[in-house]
T-cell receptor, first 112, second 112 residues
Framework: DAKTTQPNSMESNEEEPVHLPCNHS???????IHWYRQLPSQGPEYVIH???SNVNNRMASLAIAEDRKSSTLILHRATLRDAAVYYC?????????????FGQGTTLQVKP | DAGITQSPRHKVTETGTPVTLRCHQT?????MYWYRQDPGHGLRLIHY???????DKGEVSDGYSVSRSKTEDFLLTLESATSSQTSVYFC???????????FGQGTRLTVV
């Protein structure tokens, strides 16, 4: 399974943009890049995903490098509610097993 | 919110007893997953299913078995519960192998 590398923790100020990086140098051509987050005492929730092109939705934006070896989740204006653990995961791939394997993620702290 | 329900939400059981956790979905999604999460750790995949009667092991499958006799239900069984299986268990569903996954609210299991 292709792996991802994320910083253990990051800090942000409220109402400022946040850029959460993820490296995935062994990504295969059919792997989708997924982001999930887990708020304290809750189950994970889907944030965004993409294959090659940058993606935007109501929660965030996903910027994918041209070589696809890295990506960045962008929260445009962090709020206190965005404090969570953010997971970058590769899904799909050539084996098509659908496995969804979580790493340690990035713990985001948002300061008022 | 995706139609996914875990039951029970909380359970206390004694060492050596069998326990079954249920994940029920109303989305007709093909893929279903069981995870465990221990304090201070990320989610670890126990077993997953890619269709009715099609299941496979995840990262930490020892001591667990699963069954999926119909699309909407994915059962996780601890044949003989041990204290090391005290954890929060999450179920997830996904329509395809590369689409977004949705998670249940979790089951807190305590083995005494």
């Amino acid at each position: 399974d292709a792996k991802t590398t994320q910083p253990n923790s990051m800090e942000s100020n409220e109402e400022e943009p946040v850029h959460l990086p993820c490296n995935h140098s062994t990504i295969s051509g059919t792997d989708y890049i997924h982001w999930y987050r887990q708020l304290p005492s809750q189950g994970p929730e889907y944030v965004i995903h993409g294959l090659t092109s940058n993606v935007n939705n109501r929660m965030a934006s996903l910027a994918i490098a041209e070589d696809r070896k890295s990506s960045t989740l962008i929260l445009h204006r962090a709020t206190l509610r965005d404090a969570a653990v953010y997971y970058c995961i590769l899904r799909g791939g050539s084996s098509n097993t659908g496995k969804l394997i979580f790493g340690q993620g990035t713990t985001l702290q948002v300061k008022p | 919110d995706a139609g996914i329900t875990q039951s029970p939400r909380h359970k206390v059981t004694e060492t050596g007893t069998p326990v079954t956790l249920r994940c029920h979905q109303t989305e007709n999604h093909r893929y279903m997953y069981w995870y465990r999460q221990d304090p201070g750790h990320g989610l670890r995949l126990i077993h997953y299913s890619y269709g009715v009667k099609d299941t496979d092991k995840g990262e930490v499958s020892d001591g667990y078995s699963v069954s999926r006799s119909k699309t909407e239900d994915f059962l996780l069984t601890l044949e003989s519960a041990t204290s090391s299986q005290t954890s929060v268990y999450f179920c997830a569903i996904s329509e395809r192998e590369n689409t977004e996954a949705f998670f249940g609210q979790g089951t807190r299991l305590t083995v005494v």
